[in-house]
């Protein structure tokens, strides 16, 4: 039905920048809202940042003034610019995206995950 693709994720050494990238594809009616998790080993998966159809974005506290999260609504895709990377930010971030299809209200649908891994 629905399927959300992550790319962008790599090593980068502390201070550098990532851009990753999240595309929605499959029967898809609307998006609302559009997000990124991120999951280290042994923890939970955690919000990171959030955006709505409209605009408006939430962020996790530790990555606020660093990463940035966008969309184009025209593409289904959604973006998180991560700048000043630090070692925990180290993570398997997975794309989230709240979608309704022809078929069923709404429904959360993830990708398979994006590693970053910021070490030097």
């Known amino acids: 039905q629905v399927q959300l693709v992550e790319s962008g994720g790599g090593l980068v050494q502390p201070g550098g920048s990532l851009r990753l990238s999240c595309a929605a594809s499959?029967?898809?009616?609307?998006?609302?809202?559009m997000g990124w998790f991120r999951q280290a080993p042994g923890k939970e998966r955690d919000l990171v940042a959030a955006?709505?159809?409209?605009?408006?974005?939430n962020y996790a506290d530790s990555v606020k003034s660093r990463f940035t999260i966008s969309r184009d609504n025209a593409k289904n895709t959604v973006y998180l610019q991560m700048n000043s990377l630090k070692p925990e930010d180290t993570a398997v971030y997975y794309c989230?995206?709240?979608?309704?299809?022809?078929?069923?209200?709404?429904?959360?649908?993830w990708g398979k995950g994006a590693p970053v891994t910021v070490s030097s």
């Open positions: 955006i709505t159809a409209g605009g408006d974005t």
């Open positions: 499959g029967n898809i009616f609307r998006i609302s809202t």
């Open positions: 989230n995206a709240r979608i309704t299809t022809w078929r069923s209200g709404d429904m959360d649908y």
